[in-house]
Every structure is written in C-alpha cells, then in structure tokens.
C-alpha cells in the first residue's frame, strides 16, 4: 500500500468504497488523515467498518470542515448530472480529486524522481500498459502495475527511485487528478466514446490530454486528428514528444508499417523489429500498442537488445486478441474485450478467413463501419440483443447464422472453419457489441468462450498457443 501521508492532519470525506475505493480510504487512514467513508450501498459501507475505516452518511457531513472530497471514479462528476456528493463539496469549495491525484501528491511529497508512466487512450491502453510493464520486468525492474488495469494505485508499493510504478488511466480517473505529473505519459488514441460522460467529444479529448500536458516526456500516436492537435500543443508547450504512426511515416518518433516498427530521427528511418510471429502482438492496433511501449521504455532507458527480447516473450492480455488454442488447423482468439466497433475492426484487419462471433448490446452505428473486413469474413454467427440488427447490416454481405447463443456459436464456428479448406481459419469472437444483455462483463463472456473452446479441444489434438 502506499500511505497518503502528505493529507496528514487533514479531513476527507471519501465517497464510492468498492475495490479503489476501499484501498483509498484506507490509505488515507493509515497516512493519518482524519476519514469519513460512505457508499450507497449498504454492503460496502460494512466491508469498510470492518476494515476500521470511518463511516458516515455524507448528507449530514459539514462541508465547510472538510478539505478535500474523495470520489471513486465510477461516480459522475459532470455529466449526465452531477453526484450529489459533488454538490455539496462545490458549495463549499471544497475540492474534488480521486485516487490517481493522491498518488500524484504523495509521490511529489516522498520521492519526485521515481519512475512513473501514465497511459491512456480509447482503445489499447491495458495491452499497452501490460507490455510496458513486461518489458521493464524484463529489464530487471520492481514494476508496480496498477490503476484501470484492475489494480488499486494505492495498494501498490510507494513510490521509489529504485521501483517503477506503470498506471493505466480512463478519463473518469484523469477527470479526477488535475496534477497528473508521469515521467512518461503516453496517449494512443481518441475515438468517440463516454460522452455519456463527458458530454461532448471535445471535452473527453481535453481530459485525456490532461495526462501528457503534465507529463515529463509525452508518447503520442497522431493517426487521429485529435491526438495529432494535441501533440502540436505540446509541442507548443515546450514538452519533448514521441510521435507514433501506424499510418504514415513520422519525422521523430516511431511508426510502424506491415509489422515491422521503425525509429526515425530527423526523418531517418532505422526498423527497431519484426513483429511477424509474435501472435500476442498481431495486428495494426498492437503495432501501434509495440511502438508505444518501446518508445516509453527507451525514453528511461531499457537497452534495445532487451526491449527485443521483451517484445518476443510478452504472452498478452486474457480477452484482446487472445489465442485460446488451436484444434488441427483451427485458431481459436477470445477478442471479448472489442465491445465496439472500432475495437472488432483491430481483429478484422489481423486475420484473412474469419469465422466471426459477434452480437450482444449494440453500440450507436451498430457494425457499418466494418464493411470493408466483411470479404475477409467466411461466415457471421450472431448472438444476443443485437443479432437481429447486424444480420440485417451484414445481408447480401456475408453468409450468416443466428446463433443465439454462445455455446450454439462455438459449435457451429468450429465444426465449419475445420471444414474450410484454408491453411489458417480463425473462429473469432470480436462482438462489436457491449456484454449486459447475456453476461455481467466481458470478461465472463470471454472466460465463456475460452470453456467452449477447451471442451472442443478435451476430444481433439490441441495445440494451446503460448
């Protein structure tokens, strides 16, 4: 865990105690700040007294005695209205922050010059955030992993010279550390998503941009408009960049063409790697993911020789493009995490004969966007809310079958890819689609067709993909 000690002596309200939540609040206790918890649910607020955290319902709270208000980062801020929290903290000026800022206090306070990479983006972060890390363990280095990833910042070890937090961060944490200070920060990318949240696109791309505006160094990929005025801002700013194509050659920076990623200084061009067979880094998007890591990794200084030998070993990310297995000539890839389209196109353009599982709760503009990947598609099997929509997009396009369920996808997707004739059908779950119609999360749905794929396998010779 990492002690606030630099709220000493303060008051914080604290409000959200699921798993960050729960870390900050005791964080904040054992760095003696003065803590009240509360939570809607009732449940939480009990794990929190058990753990000898300090509850209390925040409506009766004065304000006026608190410094500052401690938000989960499932809890709006802004839109689509403010949590009530919020409003009481802004009526009495208090300020507004979450875990992430805390971090970024105490590691000001205690040890300013350890090591911290911060990335974001709409699509690539955890892949990219994993790699980053597995390249630094490589190099020999005590990698704190943690934020949006899964893991609580705060129950990672302090801050250190001699250890390397890595934090991936979403917008809604961004939104909440107004002093997001990395070494590192690297953005990817900017697509249009959570404006549920952040109402206009414009505003989400303000915040994320947050986190390389206060970053040592800036890593950022130019292949969208957003992300390419941002990096010309920073430029603006005085703050050093790596730009990062996938599109184009770049004049500094790394850009990545047909797998094979390059270094260029003053518009020389030097190829850094091969990533052909690599299969957990397979695809534009994961050269893209690639050139990210071995920019922030070089920019503190991992050798190129082990950076390589990182690249090869790195085994992914459960549920992005993984490689489940294959049966006979069969890849099997759990892609349950593309829960959009423009996250299913990433798996569409990696693969040339696709049996493609898709469906659940449909985003707005369902699949159209994909059009150009459907002659790559062999056969379509639809599951969930959304099947009735995609078959009507993929209509006179791709041969489809309403598969219902998973469990009738895989069957079917199985038994007709080992019957084409192609040296390496893939059976692809990439849904384009949100999982709460048929499961809680997409990793469920991922760890569903995963089971599947292993009871095929039970009854055949398997290969499982490392």
């Known amino acids: 865990m990492?002690?606030?000690?630099?709220?000493?002596?303060?008051?914080?309200?604290?409000?959200?105690l699921g798993g960050s939540g729960l870390v900050?609040?005791?964080?904040?206790?054992?760095?003696?700040?003065?803590?009240?918890?509360?939570?809607?649910?009732?449940?939480?607020?009990a794990k929190a007294n058990a753990a000898g955290i300090p509850t209390g319902d925040l409506k009766a709270l004065d304000f006026?005695?608190?410094?500052?208000?401690?938000?989960?980062?499932?809890?709006?801020?802004?839109?689509?209205?403010p949590h009530w929290t919020v409003e009481l903290a802004r009526a009495a000026s208090v300020e507004i922050i979450g875990d992430i800022e805390l971090f970024c206090r105490e590691r000001r306070a205690i040890a300013p010059d350890a090591p911290f990479i911060a990335i974001t983006g709409t699509n690539g972060k955890s892949t990219?955030?994993?790699?980053?890390?597995?390249?630094?363990?490589?190099?020999?280095?005590?990698?704190?992993?943690?934020?949006?990833?899964?893991?609580?910042?705060l129950s990672l070890d302090p801050p250190d010279s001699g250890r390397i937090q890595i934090v991936e961060c979403s917008s809604f944490q961004i939104d909440l550390a107004p002093t997001i200070d990395p070494t590192v920060g690297v953005l990817l990318n900017l697509t249009e998503d959570h404006l549920d949240r952040h109402d206009t696109m414009a505003r989400y791309a303000a915040i994320k941009a947050r986190l390389v505006n206060g970053a040592g160094t800036a890593v950022v990929g130019i292949d969208d408009e957003w992300c390419a005025t941002i990096a010309s801002d920073l430029d603006q700013r005085g703050t050093p960049v790596e730009r990062i194509s996938v599109r184009r050659p770049v004049?500094?920076?790394?850009?990545?063409?047909?797998?094979?990623?390059?270094?260029?200084?003053?518009?020389?061009?030097?190829?850094v790697v091969d990533l052909k067979g690599i299969g957990s880094l397979r695809g534009r998007h994961n050269a893209q993911n690639a050139a990210a890591a071995i920019a922030a990794a070089r920019i503190i200084g991992i050798s190129e020789p082990v950076i390589l030998e990182g690249l090869k070993s790195f085994p992914?990310?459960?549920?992005?493009?993984?490689?489940?297995?294959?049966?006979?000539?069969?890849?099997?890839?759990?892609?349950?995490?593309?829960?959009?389209?423009?996250?299913?196109?990433?798996?569409?353009?990696?693969?040339?004969r696709i049996y493609w599982i898709a469906g659940g709760k449909a985003k707005t503009g369902g699949i159209t966007s994909l059009e150009p990947y459907f002659p790559k598609i062999a056969r379509a099997y639809l599951?969930?809310?959304?099947?009735?929509?995609?078959?009507?997009?993929?209509?006179?396009k791709v041969d489809t079958v309403m598969a219902g369920t998973m469990d009738a996808a895989v069957a079917a997707a199985a038994r007709d890819a080992a019957a084409d004739g192609a040296s390496e059908p893939v059976v692809l779950l990439s849904p384009a689609c949100a999982s709460y119609d048929q499961y809680r999360n997409f990793e469920i749905r991922g760890d569903h067709f995963r089971g599947l794929v292993q009871a095929l396998a039970s009854a055949e010779p398997v290969v499982e993909v490392k």
Request: proline share 3%.
């Open 64 to 81: 006026a005695g608190v410094d500052a208000l401690v938000l989960s980062p499932g809890v709006p801020l802004t839109h689509p209205v």
């Open 2 to 16: 990492t002690p606030i000690t630099s709220f000493a002596g303060k008051s914080v309200a604290v409000f959200g």
């Open 383 to 396: 599951i969930g809310a959304a099947a009735e929509e995609f078959a009507a997009t993929l209509a006179g």
């Open 24 to 45: 900050t609040a005791e964080a904040l206790v054992t760095g003696g700040a003065t803590v009240v918890a509360w939570d809607d649910n009732p449940d939480s607020v």
């Open 128 to 153: 990219t955030t994993a790699l980053i890390a597995h390249l630094f363990r490589t190099d020999g280095w005590d990698v704190q992993l943690g934020g949006n990833i899964g893991t609580a910042i």
């Open 316 to 352: 992914g990310l459960a549920h992005r493009m993984e490689e489940v297995a294959r049966i006979g000539k069969v890849l099997f890839v759990n892609d349950s995490k593309a829960t959009n389209a423009d996250a299913a196109e990433k798996a569409l353009s990696s693969f040339d």
């Open 251 to 271: 004049a500094n920076g790394y850009y990545a063409d047909r797998g094979h990623v390059f270094e260029v200084e003053d518009a020389t061009a030097r190829e």
